[in-house]
C-alpha cells in the first residue's frame, strides 16, 4: 500500500477514534479513506446515524499528525495493517466493530489457516490459576493452537510464557503503543514474543500511553482474532469478562475452568458457566473437540501433557512473577511516559476517595475518544442517565431492555464513566 493511502488510513483512525461502530457506518458508503477525506460536510452528513461529534471530528482534514505516526512506525519497524490491506486479520472482518487499522510488531500469523484460541484471566492470580494457565497454554500451543493473550499482569503473561516454552507461536494485543512496554517488567517478554515468531498487535499508535479505557475497549480483538476464548481464572470485576461477553456476541464459543465458590479470584468463572459457557479441565477437552471442527487449522494428532507444573524460572526471568506491581494510570493522566531502554515508566495516578453514599457529583470531563469506543445501547444508556444525581437502572430510560441496560452499566463502570452505589444505584463519574 503507498504511503498516502496509509496516511489516509491513519488520518481515519485517528479522526474517528477506537470505534468500530463508526467505522462501519463509514464503510457502508465509502470504501477507501481517501473518498472519505475528500468529502465535504453535505456529503458526511447524508450517512445515517453520525452523531455531530463525528461530523465534527471528519470534517479536520489536517493530515500532519497521522504523517508524524507513519513516520514514527518507519522508524521503529512497526508495520501498518489497514482494514483494506491484505495482511489485516480476515476474521476481524466478520466482528460487528472492526478496527480501521493496526500497528503490528512481528510476523503477522496465518489466522485464516490456524487454531486460534484466546486466553485470558485476572491479574492478580491465585497458585492454581496461574498452574493452570501455564499448563493449557504449553498444551495447547504445543498441539498447534495459536494462543492469543492481552499481555496484561498475571494470567495473560503466564499464557503467553507457556505457549512460548511450548514451542508454538503467540499473539499479544496490547492496549497502548507497541513501543511502550506495559506493563514495564513485561517488556523482555514482548521482545521474546517477536524473535520467536509471534507478534504483538494495537489500535494505538506509537507513543500511546496506557490508559484505563483502553484494555476492556482492546478485549474485542482479542476475542475477534480467535475461534475460541478461554477464562482460566477471573473476578467479578475482571476485564477478562469483557472478553468473554465480546466472545459470546461474536458468536464464538467461550470456555471457562470451574473455580471452588470459595476462591473469590475466580468468581466470574463460575458465573460465566452459569450464563452458558463450558467447562474446559484440560487441554484435551478443546483439543479432541476442535481437531475436526475446523479442517483447514490442524493440530496435533497427539497431546504432549506438560510434566512438572509451571516453570517459576522462567516466569521469572521474563517478569512474569516476582515484580512490584505498577498502578494503572486513570483516564485523567496525561503525562506522556518516560521510556529508557525500550521499557515504560508509567507515572502513578492519584487514588481516587471512595464514594461512601450515593451523593451528587459533577461528572467528569469523558474523553472524545472514550465516547467514540461505545456501542450504540451504551451511549444511549449513558445518554439517558441523569449528571447531577443517582439512579437505579429500572429508572434509566434509553428505549432497551433491563437486561441490555444491565450489560451497558457493566462495561461502564469497567470503563470508569459510571460508578456502583449502595442501594444497587449508578451514578456518573
Partial sequence: MERKELIDWIWLSETIGRSGFVFRKLLSRFDRPNELYAADEETIRKIPNLTERNIAALMQKDQSAAVKILDDCERLGISVLPYGSNQYPRILHEIADPPPLLYAAGKIPDFENSFCVAMVGTRKMSEAGMQNAYRLSWELSSSGALVISGLAEGIDGVCAVGAIQGGGKTVAVVGCGLDIAYPAHHGKLMNRIVATGGAIFSEYPPGTPPAQFHFPIRNRIISGLSQIVIVVEAGMSSGSLITAREAFSQGKKVFAVPADPDTHSADGNNKLLQDGAQVVLESRDILERFRYAFPDRQLSGHI??????????????????????????????????????????????????????????????????????????????????????????????AGYSLGEVMAALTILEVLGIVRKLPGSMYGKT
Fill in 304 to 397: 504432549k501433557p506438560l510434566l512438572g507444573g509451571a516453570d517459576r524460572a522462567v516466569l521469572r526471568e521474563y517478569g512474569v512473577i516476582g515484580f512490584e506491581t505498577p498502578e494503572l494510570p486513570r483516564q485523567k493522566e496525561t503525562r506522556q511516559p518516560e521510556q529508557t531502554g525500550g521499557s515504560a515508566k508509567v507515572p502513578k495516578a492519584t487514588a481516587t476517595p471512595k464514594t461512601a453514599a450515593p451523593e451528587a457529583k459533577a461528572p467528569s470531563v469523558i474523553p472524545d475518544e472514550l465516547l467514540q469506543s461505545l456501542d450504540p445501547v451504551q451511549l444511549a444508556v449513558l445518554e439517558a442517565m441523569p449528571d447531577d444525581f443517582p439512579v437505579v437502572p429500572e429508572n434509566i430510560r
